[in-house]
């Protein structure tokens, strides 16, 4: 290579890990930032090398699996109730609204709203959070036990 | 192997290798996007728990990919083109970003179109999607960047350091489901043998992959037909071009 192209090329790396450098140690004192939300564990337990906790009345995003059972629908309101588990403590969610699709029980989902007691939320926005397992019907029913249930509308389609 | 590139540096060279590649990426193209699509959209088993919905993935996840493939494609021309000043890696760059920029737009859109009945929302602010968001801004700043100088020279070094820098962004979206807590999900495709996609969906998906990538290096071709024949319209080679047909 000849000496022009040899600084050239230097020139360009440099610029590439010199960004690189500075973008990562931005995103390295943001960390705990760009997280979209806290796990049961951390709201509990704290979060953070200083285990901080969230103060009552923050607004937060939380996201863990549901329990199965613990599900609670009113009976004459929208409102429902479940709690969130991730690995240890858990977390009761209060929400009023309609759920995803995708909302049921042992499914992972993440909610926007209001620390109202140290672990209950008032959530003003349920999302479901897919994983990333693909499979038809037969093979889910096969390898996890699932059931798979037909809707007792008629689609015109055959699922 | 530089004996066997250099050639191509020349532009009529290059215009004749783009001319012989055009026809094999097209009919790739054809051939797996009618399959893939037929395939993927009408045949493939539906998902145990998305039912139909989840038929987005092989416009989605071959478009994402993509939207990756192409920059990192248009920043090894970008580095061509600065240290052995190339022009044709210069047109090359610019050649890319347009069809990057749609791509990332279709991913983003599918994604948007997929979030809202299954998620329940049409955007959220996380790693992932902001990562993606900011792919595409990068695409049209290159674009923007090249089209803002007089001097094409000077555009095209501005716009190819510009999307040097912007790689440091492919490993970012890569991981950002692996390094934060995200509301998109994790990598379906990871280890080749224990996918955690069905067979009876990955291959379609792969076919439309395939299909993707043709598509996008098929419009590449044609578009960087063009940008070296702009560039010298006024070689006596062109004009003869013109003169025949």
């Known amino acids: 290579m000849n000496p022009r192209r040899k600084k050239r090329l230097l020139a360009v790396t440099a610029i590439v890990f010199g960004v690189g450098a500075v973008i990562g140690l931005v995103l390295y004192a943001l960390q705990e930032n760009i997280n979209l939300f806290y796990t049961p564990s951390e709201l509990i337990e704290g979060k953070g090398p200083n285990k901080e906790l969230p103060y009552i009345g923050q607004k937060l995003r939380i996201g863990g699996m549901v329990v199965p059972g613990s599900v609670v629908r009113d009976e004459t309101s929208l409102e429902v109730s479940f709690k969130l588990i991730d690995t240890g403590p858990l977390v009761t969610i209060r929400y009023q609204g309609i759920l995803p699709d995708l909302f049921r029980e042992g499914q992972g989902i993440v909610a926007q709203g209001l620390l109202v007691e140290p672990n209950v939320i008032e959530a003003f926005e349920v999302l479901a959070k897919h994983d990333e397992e693909y499979m038809p019907a037969e093979v889910a029913e096969a390898v996890k036990g699932i059931k798979h249930e037909k809707p007792k509308y008629n689609l015109g389609s055959d699922y | ?245």
Request: hydrophobic residues 55%; positive net charge; charged residues 15%.
């Open chain 2, 1 to 245: 192997m530089w004996k066997w590139l250099h050639p191509y540096a020349k532009a009529d060279r290059a215009y004749q290798l783009c001319n012989t590649l055009l026809p094999y990426f097209a009919v790739i193209t054809v051939v797996c996007m009618i399959v893939g699509w037929v395939w993927g959209l009408a045949y493939a088993p539906a998902d145990y728990q998305q039912k139909d919905s989840y038929r987005i993935i092989f416009i989605h996840v071959p478009s994402a990919i993509l939207s990756m493939g192409a920059y990192s494609s248009m920043a090894i021309a970008a580095i061509v083109a600065l240290v052995w000043q190339l022009r044709n890696a210069e047109l090359a760059v610019i050649a890319i970003a347009p069809v990057g920029a749609c791509v990332t737009a279709i991913a983003l859109i599918t994604g948007a179109a997929w979030g809202k009945p299954m998620w329940g929302a049409w955007w959220v602010w996380d790693a992932r999607l902001t990562s993606e968001l900011i792919l595409l801004f990068l695409y049209l700043g290159v674009l923007s960047l090249y089209h803002a100088f007089e001097d094409k020279k000077a555009a095209g070094r501005a716009a190819s350091i510009l999307a040097i820098v912007g790689v440091i962004n492919l490993p970012i979206i890569h991981f950002s489901v692996e390094w934060w807590n995200t509301l998109h999900q994790g990598a379906s495709i990871t280890k080749f043998n224990t996918n955690a996609i069905d067979p009876s969906m990955f291959w379609p998906l792969m076919l439309n992959i395939v299909a993707f990538a043709a598509f996008v290096g098929t419009v590449t071709l044609m578009r960087l037909k063009n940008e070296i024949l702009q560039r010298e319209k006024h070689r006596p080679w062109v004009r003869q071009l013109l003169n025949r047909g």
